[in-house]
T-cell receptor, first 116, second 114 residues
């Protein structure tokens, strides 16, 4: 158990819908990262937050947004869903801020999103 | 943006054979991390390499960081069925605004035939 909690574990929704994925980082971790894992595509970095502030953006679509709340949990919002958005979405957390190099990331179990 | 290429994509080995996966970055890295993801699981941190030419060992696993800090490798000696999974490298580089981004390779999926 990494200490990172993601809900829900599975989500099935229709095209055009909007969903929210939730992540609770490990106790004491201020950094939260979101990744998308599709078949044979590895882990695509989406976005990173530190203590409530967005710190880096990766290949995140405009239909997707995220935020980190004062209690440090984070939500990833996916809207106008398309079939191609079906993937495993991982949240990871780390204790160090993004400007520190030696930052090990702890991953949650992921949310498997299926768009039908 | 930064790209991290990892080869091979798949590797099937007989139990007891050695296995190596290679990672190459398009840019010089600040450090590189390796993760293992078991089937149906989530990535788990294995190790981090920071210095140019660094070599680290964990039992049967040997990790190397290239002199130019643009490539890395993971070598497993005498594979066991417990080594099955996907091995990812992740390169850390400066992404601006005082932050460092971790870019993952696509991973090498290792199958071990008993």
């Amino acid at each position: 158990d990494s200490g990172v909690t993601q809900t829900p574990k599975h989500l099935i929704t229709a095209t055009g819908q909007r969903v929210t994925l939730r992540c609770s980082p490990r106790s004491g971790d201020l950094s939260v990262y979101w990744y998308q894992q599709s078949l044979d595509q590895g882990l695509q970095f989406l976005i990173q937050y530190y203590n409530g502030e967005e710190r880096a953006k990766g290949n995140i679509l405009e239909r997707f947004s995220a935020q980190q709340f004062p209690d440090l949990h984070s939500e990833l919002n996916l809207s106008s869903l398309e079939l191609g958005d079906s993937a495993l979405y991982f949240c990871a957390s780390s204790v160090d801020p993004p400007d520190r190099l030696n930052t090990e990331a702890f991953f949650g179990q992921g949310t498997r999103l299926t768009v039908v | 943006g930064q790209q991290v290429m990892q080869i091979p994509q798949y590797q099937h080995v007989q139990e007891g054979e050695d296995f190596t996966t290679y990672c190459n970055s398009s840019t010089t890295l600040s450090n590189i991390q390796w993760y293992k993801q078991r089937p149906g699981g989530h990535p788990v941190f294995l190790i981090q390499l920071v210095k140019s030419g660094e070599v680290k060992k964990q039992k049967r696993l040997t990790f190397q960081f290239g002199e130019a800090k643009k490539n890395s490798s993971l070598h497993i000696t005498a594979t066991q069925t417990t080594d099955v999974g996907t091995y990812f490298c992740a390169g850390r580089s400066y992404s601006g605004a005082g932050s460092y981004q971790l870019t993952f390779g696509k991973g090498t999926k290792l199958s071990v035939i008993p």
